[in-house]
């Protein structure tokens, strides 16, 4: 019986790694034969968020996060290293997913290298898909990235701005590396007879046409604005999107951290709470999760997203997503799912300057969402296609 360990996963509190789980969990258990174990720092809440899946959930005794350390059983170190080697001897291939683990922004890079470097020093089989890497910063981080890197059995990337990182400033064999697609663009939405009853409960009427924004509470972290400024651009943002295209809003807070800092719902409030004469609706009942907010923002007119995996979970849907971004991670998805043909300018704005020009949101209010749909529509069966693909290429490792 294969058994897979997924590995690069923090917590499922993010709609995004839940998106990303889930999708990986679901294609690869559909053979009564192969089982999943994913690797995750808040495991009781992951067993609950990827119910259905067919993954089974296990504290990560390779990387031990202390800001989520009260989600975790307790466990003397004797017991965490021996469970550790218990999960690496019952392995028969180590997935890394996370999306953008793998960069200087977040610190982590290098303690989530440690699982695929001990499997690969017992020969078992590694491999890391739809991945976005760097940049590095750090000298340290890129070596022990490309290290591994250059051991796995199986290397893809979500998009071309990772692939020429990687080939280029990294220097790893083109032939290694495969460009592949996200693999939350294989995620099954909820039902619409759910999806409605979802926006009822929030205050919409089910029939009207409404237009999504996904705020991060997280985003000023990673760039140079303030919390007071973000609130600002946010809120005009939100002010605009109703006084141009008359259709409500649904604020969809994709993360439900534990952690305040990250707690998208927090964010999505504060926003609705100023603008008390516009029709805002929060979608933030306990619950919720990935393949809900899939469907919400897949009815949507348009979708303006903070959070990565909320735009791909619109674009995935056919539905027309503009990414305000702090990292390359943004323009790359983005620019790649919609091709040449759409400046890329128009669908991914660096968050910082978005937040600084007082008129950016006039211009994202006034974009024409049928014409971005109509050529969404001539792209999106190829990035399905290529996250499917690495669905085969991971069975196809296994199979060797």
Same mark, same amino acid.
């Given at each position: 019986? /294969?058994? %897979?360990?997924?590995?690069?996963?923090?917590?499922?509190?993010?709609?995004?790694?839940?998106?990303?789980?889930?999708? =990986?969990?679901?294609?690869?258990?559909?053979?009564?034969?192969?089982?999943?174990?994913?690797?995750?720092?808040?495991?009781?809440?992951?067993?609950?968020?990827?119910?259905?899946?067919?993954?089974?959930?296990?504290? @990560?005794? +390779?990387?031990?996060?202390?800001?989520?350390?009260?989600?975790? /059983?307790?466990?003397?170190?004797?017991?965490?290293?021996?469970?550790?080697?218990?999960?690496?001897?019952?392995?028969?291939?180590?997935?890394?997913?996370?999306?953008?683990?793998?960069?200087? !922004?977040? #610190?982590?890079?290098?303690?989530?290298?440690?699982?695929?470097?001990?499997?690969?020093?017992?020969?078992?089989?590694?491999?890391?898909?739809?991945?976005?890497?760097?940049?590095?910063?750090?000298?340290?981080?890129?070596?022990? +990235?490309?290290?591994?890197?250059?051991?796995?059995?199986?290397?893809?990337?979500?998009?071309?701005?990772?692939?020429? $990182?990687?080939?280029?400033? =990294?220097? =790893?064999?083109?032939?290694? *590396?495969?460009?592949?697609?996200?693999?939350?663009?294989?995620?099954?939405?909820?039902?619409?007879?759910?999806?409605?009853?979802?926006?009822? @409960?929030?205050?919409?009427?089910?029939?009207?046409?409404?237009?999504?924004?996904?705020?991060?509470?997280?985003?000023?972290? $990673?760039?140079?604005?303030?919390?007071?400024?973000?609130?600002?651009?946010?809120?005009?943002?939100?002010?605009?999107?109703?006084?141009?295209?008359?259709?409500?809003?649904?604020?969809? /807070?994709?993360?439900?951290?534990?952690?305040?800092?990250?707690?998208?719902?927090?964010?999505?409030?504060?926003?609705?709470?100023?603008?008390?004469?516009?029709?805002?609706?929060?979608?933030?009942?306990?619950?919720? #999760?990935?393949?809900?907010?899939?469907?919400?923002?897949?009815?949507?007119?348009?979708?303006?997203?903070?959070?990565?995996?909320?735009?791909?979970?619109?674009?995935?849907? #056919?539905?027309?997503?503009?990414?305000?971004? &702090?990292?390359?991670? +943004?323009?790359?998805?983005?620019? !790649?799912?919609?091709?040449?043909? *759409?400046?890329?300018? @128009? *669908?991914? &704005?660096?968050?910082?300057?978005?937040?600084?020009?007082?008129?950016?949101?006039?211009?994202?209010?006034?974009? @024409?969402?049928?014409?971005?749909?109509? &050529?969404?529509?001539?792209? =999106?069966?190829?990035?399905?296609?290529?996250?499917?693909?690495? %669905?085969?290429?991971?069975?196809?490792?296994?199979?060797?």
């Amino acid at each position: 019986m /294969p058994n %897979i360990l997924i590995t690069g996963v923090t917590s499922c509190e993010s709609r995004g790694v839940e998106a990303l789980v889930r999708s =990986l969990a679901t294609a690869l258990t559909t053979t009564a034969d192969t089982t999943v174990t994913v690797l995750t720092q808040t495991p009781d809440l992951d067993t609950a968020a990827l119910a259905g899946s067919g993954a089974s959930c296990t504290a @990560d005794p +390779f990387v031990v996060s202390r800001s989520w350390a009260t989600q975790r /059983p307790v466990e003397t170190e004797q017991h965490r290293r021996e469970r550790a080697s218990r999960l690496l001897r019952n392995a028969d291939l180590v997935l890394a997913t996370g999306g953008d683990l793998h960069t200087s !922004d977040y #610190g982590v890079s290098t303690s989530y290298l440690a699982v695929l470097d001990r499997a690969q020093n017992l020969g078992v089989p590694t491999a890391m898909v739809g991945q976005s890497v760097g940049p590095f910063t750090d000298p340290a981080e890129q070596a022990a +990235f490309t290290a591994t890197a250059g051991r796995l059995d199986l290397l893809t990337v979500r998009e071309t701005t990772t692939l020429a $990182y990687l080939v280029g400033e =990294l220097a =790893l064999p083109a032939d290694q *590396v495969l460009l592949s697609a996200d693999p939350a663009f294989l995620l099954r939405p909820s039902s619409t007879d759910r999806t409605a009853h979802l926006l009822t @409960d929030a205050g919409l009427d089910a029939a009207q046409e409404y237009v999504c924004l996904a705020p991060s509470r997280g985003v000023t972290r $990673y760039s140079p604005i303030t919390d007071a400024q973000h609130l600002d651009a946010l809120t005009r943002l939100t002010d605009t999107l109703w006084r141009v295209r008359r259709q409500p809003l649904v604020l969809v /807070p994709h993360c439900h951290d534990s952690r305040e800092h990250n707690d998208d719902r927090l964010l999505a409030r504060q926003i609705a709470a100023r603008l008390p004469d516009v029709p805002v609706h929060v979608l933030d009942a306990a619950g919720t #999760g990935a393949a809900d907010y899939k469907a919400v923002l897949g009815g949507a007119e348009l979708v303006v997203s903070e959070r990565l995996h909320a735009s791909i979970g619109a674009l995935s849907s #056919g539905t027309p997503a503009v990414a305000l971004g &702090h990292s390359p991670k +943004f323009h790359g998805v983005l620019a !790649d799912t919609y091709g040449p043909g *759409v400046p890329a300018g @128009d *669908v991914h &704005h660096d968050i910082a300057v978005f937040t600084s020009d007082p008129a950016a949101a006039g211009h994202l209010a006034h974009l @024409d969402a049928d014409k971005l749909r109509d &050529h969404l529509a001539t792209r =999106l069966p190829n990035a399905v296609a290529l996250a499917t693909e690495d %669905i085969a290429r991971v069975r196809a490792l296994l199979n060797s």
